[in-house]
């Protein structure tokens, strides 16, 4: 996700120094940059278990896949789980929103860390 990371930033920066001229308060330059700029986790989703697991039979192993008549002979097969036809398998649900808390805390910290460059008011933030 580097290149829509990226794009994210730039266009943080670019709000940011808009909004720290005065044309309004941080809060309201913060919810701006939350609508306007999203991260999409579908696009790293898979590539994540490839350096974390190594060989898919790993993956399938760790996920039950037998069990689920959905093994994996490579990693770019594997889809969002919202994207099947039945109920996904737990696990895959499971890791998609361990992986999707992950891709809003990165988004989110990424910023909160811009307006901190920018701003000379305190920025809370969980």
Not at 77 to 103: C, G, K, Q, V, Y
Request: aromatic fraction near 10%; charge should be positive.
């Amino acid at each position: 996700m580097p290149a829509n990371r990226d794009a994210a930033g730039k266009s943080c920066r670019r709000l940011t120094r808009q909004y720290m001229r005065g044309k309004s308060t941080t809060s309201t330059a913060v919810m701006t940059l939350r609508s306007r700029s999203r991260p999409q986790p579908g696009l790293d989703f898979a590539s994540g278990f490839e350096s974390d697991m190594g060989p898919s039979a790993s993956l399938n192993a760790a996920w039950r896949n037998v069990f689920w008549s959905m093994e994996y002979r490579h990693f770019d097969e594997i889809e969002l789980p919202n994207r099947t036809p039945t109920d996904p398998n737990p696990a895959h649900a499971l890791d998609f929103r361990r992986f999707s808390s992950e891709m809003v805390r990165q988004f989110q910290r990424l910023q909160v860390d811009i307006l901190h460059q920018h701003s000379p008011w305190a920025i809370d933030h969980p």
